[in-house]
């Protein structure tokens, strides 16, 4: 089984900072995409940002300039850096990591995280 663990969240006034943090434990052989979703009730999950192992980086237009996703390869972690941060930022976010389970396995399954709260407000 593999684990996708979620820290950093909580209440924070705009502007920000505020940062989060995801390991990926348990069966890993590799870990190729990661990367970061957001979700409030009645919407869609939508991306935040995404990271490659070759550092390829994907995100939303609404969090560039704001927003850094990084990673540790070593450590399975990847990070989301937040920035001037505004209310519409308020979310529920989710780490969301492509793993391979083990040498047998040829491709690689996708994982969520638990998700963890941000909130900005004043």
């Known amino acids: 089984q593999v684990q996708l663990v979620e820290s950093g969240g909580g209440m924070v006034q705009p502007v920000g900072p505020l940062r989060l943090s995801c390991a990926a434990s348990g069966s890993v052989y590799s870990v190729n995409k990661m990367g970061w979703f957001r979700q409030i009730p009645r919407k869609e999950r939508e991306l935040v940002a995404s990271?490659?192992?070759?550092?390829?980086?994907n995100s939303a237009d609404s969090v560039k300039g704001r927003f850094t996703i990084s990673r540790d390869s070593a450590k399975n972690t990847v990070y989301l850096q937040m920035n001037s941060l505004k209310p519409e930022d308020t979310d529920v976010y989710y780490c969301?990591?492509?793993?391979?389970?083990?040498?047998?396995?040829?491709?690689?399954?996708?994982?969520w995280g638990q998700g963890t709260l941000v909130t900005v407000s004043s």
């Open positions: 969301n990591v492509e793993v391979r389970v083990s040498i047998r396995r040829l491709s690689y399954d996708e994982f």
């Open positions: 990271i490659t192992t070759s550092g390829t980086i």
